[in-house]
């Protein structure tokens, strides 16, 4: 089992409703009187030793047919293929507008700040040669900007190429100068592009100087985003302390280059590594300590505050202290304890602790031999929340109300990062050396499109609630059900009250709904793991409809351990839950309604509906995880409808050796589903709209260029006569930086649920829109971005925001509105069932059935 994977296999169970599990928390102790027994521990748990890497400088290169930003070695920093795949062109019915039409309009401010560009603005790019060749970058710059008469104040130069925004004289010019040496170096300057705001590298430039700039206002970088050390926000009754940030971007927008800033904040736990490994020495047995550190640490992100760099710990040097040496850059060798005594005037106090290691990401070629940096433990503090903090609800409503910023101010915190921008001398003159002033937020109109009716089997509900219509559907009967007529219950004997009561809640909140619940065989067994599964061994049959578990605690090994079973071995529709959520006073009756939902379902029952206007209309939504196992192991979820009113699904998951996010599986997935479709309705389905969730950054045109024609390819042999179902293809991002308000009595609020944004902070390449299609009960409301990147469904904007919005009220985990069409949240929580618990393809058998709910 690999590092990552002891650490997610690990932990507690939090709720089957919602998927949630994690570590346990990190108890708090002194760091002292622990260094002999780390070298008790050297010889049963050594690694090899390895060396540190100082991360690249910045490049730029254009070349081929997509974009690229270089390190100094030449490697691939950051690519740019997504600003390079221009799908709205192919699109006849978008070409000349992609904005729709109905709704209400509605006014909206945005996060995203015009920067004042003027209207012939370019950058200039020159390749700079050296003659005779000069390996040392600094001494390179040294000699170019000995010219700065000919070159002006305003340039960077990363060694190879140099930016200036204006024009030199000649496109090629020719310069001479002598080292310290009397060694005459002459340099070759020649122009290469001239790039406007939209250009990609000129893009990443922007991006640049934006670092720079919030450099300049004493912010430090962490990963992408910058924080602010010297103001941190204590929240001491967790140990926590938070520091506050942002996160920005500068893009190509509809009609001109703009930065999109949002607020973030940096979590950090109040104790290093040193002091959590103390704490955890005298909680457990000591003959089984080493190993069950590295369960715990590895694959956890720490932070170093002498130099504000996150790493994430891979492994752990047992055989390694502070007093063992390496070897510098220079050729000679210091001890780590000398080294940051030296370094940052740090004195480190236990000098027998051993070492976290984390392995460095090769920018270049892969055949490159990895490398690693040795990590004190003293000097590294745990970064984020375990997952027992989550469960604690007074630590996650204190975090709350520092991070989960309302409208009004995150919209005050940004405006007042513009203002310092401006204020500061050194910031702004670094924006106007390049021609660049930051403006106001932007504003732009919206529409708000209508709500829609909930359909139940006679009848239909207009939720008052926009967001929820729990309450709506409780004496309502469903739209269609299997009666419960076969099932057992397994329970320890020390919940059987529980188990009694939960069974006799479920039959009273059944009959309304039309669900009828005989009385199940209950089952008694231990409190363990592996007398769950001797007793699903005895009493699992091929007849029976359902198993449900009431498992004594969080533990995750329980869970997994009957998950496994019963969709593997013994596929059977199963339902966990929780003895501790069954014994909260007065929450029963919701908490069965609830359950019994989720049974409905996983016995292939509907629970509502909305109006469907296209007629013979397949959805499919498709999602890619990791295993939490098997580094490298990919988890693809598929799941399409199949029947008409979109209320029942066919579900599948395949494994595939690739740590890529791109999906090479979709066509046995999608010929199942065809195959599924055809069986309930005996005809092809006219139109197929697939919803691809999961897509990274820079994966764009591997969707448009491999996923979309294996669709395709499927389609053709379905049907051979060239009459194939119309496909559309629509990418999904849950994390976009955008952020829209609206003004209500002088205030800014979240904007009302249905809002569509499709103007001025959308793509002008790309058939895209905002939706909101959930109600944020706390904090800022967070868009959903899609991007139709397929379409010869020829449908109009309207019919396909529409649609898609229809599609977030069909998740039938949630009786509201989600973020996400129901299919990609289903995939969702199949993909996470079997990349954290099962680690194999479910039964076919299950397909027709949401078993993972």
């Given at each position: 089992m690999t590092g990552r994977a002891r650490v997610k296999a690990r932990g507690q169970l939090l709720s089957e409703e919602e998927g949630m599990f994690g570590q346990p928390g990190s108890p708090q102790a002194s760091c002292s009187g622990i260094g002999d027994s780390f070298a008790l521990q050297k010889e049963a748990f050594s690694s090899h030793t390895r060396a540190g890497k100082s991360p690249p400088k910045y490049g730029f290169s254009v070349g081929g047919s997509g974009y690229k930003v270089m390190d100094?070695?030449?490697?691939?920093?950051?690519?740019?293929?997504?600003?390079?795949?221009?799908?709205?062109?192919?699109?006849?019915?978008?070409?000349?507008?992609?904005?729709?039409?109905?709704?209400?309009?509605?006014?909206?401010?945005?996060?995203?700040?015009?920067?004042?560009?003027?209207?012939?603005?370019?950058?200039?790019?020159?390749?700079?040669?050296?003659?005779?060749?000069?390996?040392?970058?600094r001494l390179k710059i040294a000699l170019l900007y000995n010219h700065s008469e000919l070159l002006g104040k305003t340039k960077v130069f990363d060694g190879s190429s140099l930016f200036l925004t204006e024009k030199l004289e000649n496109e090629v010019t020719e310069l001479s100068c002598q080292t310290r040496r009397s060694e005459t170096v002459k340099m070759t300057i020649t122009l290469t592009h001239q790039l406007l705001p939209s250009n990609p590298v000129c893009l990443q430039f922007l991006n640049i100087v934006f670092k720079k700039v919030l450099r300049k206002l004493s912010m430090h970088q962490i990963g992408r985003n910058f924080y602010s050390?010297?103001?941190?926000?204590?929240?001491?009754?967790?140990?926590?302390?938070?520091?506050?940030?942002?996160a920005m971007s500068v893009g190509q927008f509809e009609n001109t280059v703009m930065?999109?800033?949002?607020?973030?904040?940096?979590?950090?736990?109040?104790?290093?590594?040193?002091?959590?490994?103390?704490?955890?020495?005298?909680s457990v047995d000591k003959a089984c300590f080493a190993e069950t550190c590295e369960k715990e640490l590895v694959g956890l992100i720490v932070l170093t505050r002498y130099n504000n760099k996150t790493y994430r710990v891979d492994d752990i040097e047992w055989t390694v202290k502070p007093t063992d040496t390496f070897q510098k850059s220079d050729g000679t060798r210091i001890c780590y304890e000398d080294y940051y005594k030296q370094q940052y005037d740090i004195v480190l106090t236990d000098l027998n602790q051993p070492m976290l290691v984390s392995q460095l990401k090769n920018k270049g070629s892969s055949t490159v031999e990895p490398r690693v940096a040795h990590l004190i433990p003293e000097l590294c503090y745990l970064t984020g929340l375990s997952s027992h903090a989550t469960s604690d609800f007074r630590l996650m409503k204190d975090l709350a109300q520092e991070t989960h910023l309302s409208p009004e101010r995150?919209?005050?915190?940004?405006?007042?990062?513009?203002?310092?921008?401006?204020?500061?001398?050194?910031?702004?003159?670094?924006?106007?050396?390049?021609?660049?002033?930051?403006?106001?937020?932007?504003?732009?109109?919206?529409?708000?499109?209508?709500?829609?009716?909930?359909?139940?089997q006679n009848d239909m509900c207009m939720p008052m609630n926009a967001g929820d219509w729990f309450r709506d559907m409780r004496n309502m009967k469903i739209i269609g059900v299997v009666p419960l007529e076969n099932w057992i219950l397994l329970c320890s004997n020390r919940n059987m009250e529980l188990a009694h009561s939960l069974v006799n809640c479920l039959r009273r909140v059944g009959g309304p709904m039309g669900f009828r619940i005989e009385y199940p065989k209950i089952i008694q067994v231990q409190e363990s793991p592996s007398t769950f599964v001797r007793a699903l061994q005895q009493h699992v049959n091929p007849e029976l409809q359902l198993v449900l578990c009431v498992l004594p605690s969080n533990k995750k090994d329980c869970y997994d351990a009957v998950k496994k079973f019963l969709s593997f071995e013994h596929p059977i529709p199963s339902q966990c839950v929780l003895a501790r959520?069954?014994?909260?006073?007065?929450?029963?009756?919701?908490?069965?309604?609830?359950?019994?939902?989720?049974i409905i379902c996983k016995l292939g029952g509907e629970l509502w509906g909305v109006e469907i206007p296209l007629k013979s209309l397949m959805v499919v939504g498709i999602d890619v995880n990791k295993d939490a196992m098997t580094k490298g192991m990919s988890v693809i979820g598929f799941v399409a409808s199949t029947n008409f009113q979109l209320t029942r699904w066919y579900s599948r998951c395949m494994l595939q050796n690739s740590g890529s996010n791109i999906a090479d599986c979709l066509k046995v997935c999608m010929k199942g589903a065809i195959s599924k479709w055809q069986t309930y309705n005996g005809q092809l389905p006219a139109r197929i709209i697939v919803y691809r969730d999961g897509v990274g950054d820079g994966q764009l045109k591997m969707v448009v260029d491999f996923e979309v024609p294996q669709i395709i390819s499927v389609l053709d042999e379905c049907t051979g006569d060239g009459r194939r179902p119309k496909l559309s293809m629509i990418v999904v991002r849950k994390k976009c930086l955008c952020r829209f308000f609206t003004e209500t009595n002088r205030s800014l609020?979240?904007?009302?649920?249905?809002?569509?944004?499709?103007?001025?902070?959308?793509?002008?390449?790309?058939?895209?829109?905002?939706?909101?299609?959930?109600?944020?009960?706390?904090?800022?409301v967070n868009p959903t971005y899609y991007n139709v990147v397929y379409d010869d469904n020829?449908?109009?904007?309207?019919?396909?925001?529409?649609?898609?919005?229809?599609?977030?009220?069909?998740?039938?985990?949630?009786?509201?509105?989600?973020?996400?069409?129901?299919p990609c949240q289903y995939a969702n929580k199949l993909t996470?069932?079997?990349?954290?618990?099962?680690?194999?393809?479910?039964?076919?058998?299950?397909?027709?059935?949401?078993?993972y709910l």
């Amino acid at each position: 089992m690999t590092g990552r994977a002891r650490v997610k296999a690990r932990g507690q169970l939090l709720s089957e409703e919602e998927g949630m599990f994690g570590q346990p928390g990190s108890p708090q102790a002194s760091c002292s009187g622990i260094g002999d027994s780390f070298a008790l521990q050297k010889e049963a748990f050594s690694s090899h030793t390895r060396a540190g890497k100082s991360p690249p400088k910045y490049g730029f290169s254009v070349g081929g047919s997509g974009y690229k930003v270089m390190d100094r070695g030449g490697r691939i920093r950051c690519n740019f293929q997504d600003m390079g795949v221009n799908t709205r062109e192919t699109m006849i019915h978008v070409k000349d507008s992609k904005t729709g039409s109905t709704g209400i309009p509605i006014k909206v401010i945005t996060n995203l700040f015009s920067l004042g560009l003027p209207q012939q603005w370019q950058l200039y790019q020159y390749c700079v040669e050296f003659n005779p060749v000069l390996e040392s970058r600094r001494l390179k710059i040294a000699l170019l900007y000995n010219h700065s008469e000919l070159l002006g104040k305003t340039k960077v130069f990363d060694g190879s190429s140099l930016f200036l925004t204006e024009k030199l004289e000649n496109e090629v010019t020719e310069l001479s100068c002598q080292t310290r040496r009397s060694e005459t170096v002459k340099m070759t300057i020649t122009l290469t592009h001239q790039l406007l705001p939209s250009n990609p590298v000129c893009l990443q430039f922007l991006n640049i100087v934006f670092k720079k700039v919030l450099r300049k206002l004493s912010m430090h970088q962490i990963g992408r985003n910058f924080y602010s050390p010297s103001d941190p926000v204590e929240i001491p009754q967790h140990k926590l302390t938070l520091w506050p940030g942002f996160a920005m971007s500068v893009g190509q927008f509809e009609n001109t280059v703009m930065l999109c800033a949002d607020v973030s904040h940096k979590v950090l736990r109040n104790e290093n590594v040193l002091e959590f490994m103390t704490s955890l020495y005298e909680s457990v047995d000591k003959a089984c300590f080493a190993e069950t550190c590295e369960k715990e640490l590895v694959g956890l992100i720490v932070l170093t505050r002498y130099n504000n760099k996150t790493y994430r710990v891979d492994d752990i040097e047992w055989t390694v202290k502070p007093t063992d040496t390496f070897q510098k850059s220079d050729g000679t060798r210091i001890c780590y304890e000398d080294y940051y005594k030296q370094q940052y005037d740090i004195v480190l106090t236990d000098l027998n602790q051993p070492m976290l290691v984390s392995q460095l990401k090769n920018k270049g070629s892969s055949t490159v031999e990895p490398r690693v940096a040795h990590l004190i433990p003293e000097l590294c503090y745990l970064t984020g929340l375990s997952s027992h903090a989550t469960s604690d609800f007074r630590l996650m409503k204190d975090l709350a109300q520092e991070t989960h910023l309302s409208p009004e101010r995150r919209h005050q915190r940004l405006s007042r990062l513009a203002d310092n921008i401006q204020r500061n001398k050194d910031a702004r003159l670094e924006l106007e050396s390049w021609g660049l002033k930051l403006g106001c937020q932007a504003s732009l109109t919206g529409r708000v499109v209508t709500s829609e009716k909930i359909l139940m089997q006679n009848d239909m509900c207009m939720p008052m609630n926009a967001g929820d219509w729990f309450r709506d559907m409780r004496n309502m009967k469903i739209i269609g059900v299997v009666p419960l007529e076969n099932w057992i219950l397994l329970c320890s004997n020390r919940n059987m009250e529980l188990a009694h009561s939960l069974v006799n809640c479920l039959r009273r909140v059944g009959g309304p709904m039309g669900f009828r619940i005989e009385y199940p065989k209950i089952i008694q067994v231990q409190e363990s793991p592996s007398t769950f599964v001797r007793a699903l061994q005895q009493h699992v049959n091929p007849e029976l409809q359902l198993v449900l578990c009431v498992l004594p605690s969080n533990k995750k090994d329980c869970y997994d351990a009957v998950k496994k079973f019963l969709s593997f071995e013994h596929p059977i529709p199963s339902q966990c839950v929780l003895a501790r959520t069954l014994s909260k006073q007065g929450m029963m009756m919701s908490v069965a309604t609830k359950i019994a939902m989720q049974i409905i379902c996983k016995l292939g029952g509907e629970l509502w509906g909305v109006e469907i206007p296209l007629k013979s209309l397949m959805v499919v939504g498709i999602d890619v995880n990791k295993d939490a196992m098997t580094k490298g192991m990919s988890v693809i979820g598929f799941v399409a409808s199949t029947n008409f009113q979109l209320t029942r699904w066919y579900s599948r998951c395949m494994l595939q050796n690739s740590g890529s996010n791109i999906a090479d599986c979709l066509k046995v997935c999608m010929k199942g589903a065809i195959s599924k479709w055809q069986t309930y309705n005996g005809q092809l389905p006219a139109r197929i709209i697939v919803y691809r969730d999961g897509v990274g950054d820079g994966q764009l045109k591997m969707v448009v260029d491999f996923e979309v024609p294996q669709i395709i390819s499927v389609l053709d042999e379905c049907t051979g006569d060239g009459r194939r179902p119309k496909l559309s293809m629509i990418v999904v991002r849950k994390k976009c930086l955008c952020r829209f308000f609206t003004e209500t009595n002088r205030s800014l609020q979240n904007p009302p649920v249905g809002t569509v944004i499709d103007t001025e902070a959308t793509r002008p390449e790309w058939y895209d829109f905002f939706l909101i299609s959930q109600l944020a009960r706390q904090g800022t409301v967070n868009p959903t971005y899609y991007n139709v990147v397929y379409d010869d469904n020829g449908l109009k904007p309207d019919h396909m925001q529409r649609l898609t919005y229809k599609m977030c009220h069909l998740y039938y985990n949630w009786p509201g509105l989600i973020r996400v069409p129901a299919p990609c949240q289903y995939a969702n929580k199949l993909t996470f069932l079997v990349g954290q618990s099962i680690h194999r393809e479910p039964s076919l058998r299950l397909t027709d059935k949401l078993f993972y709910l």
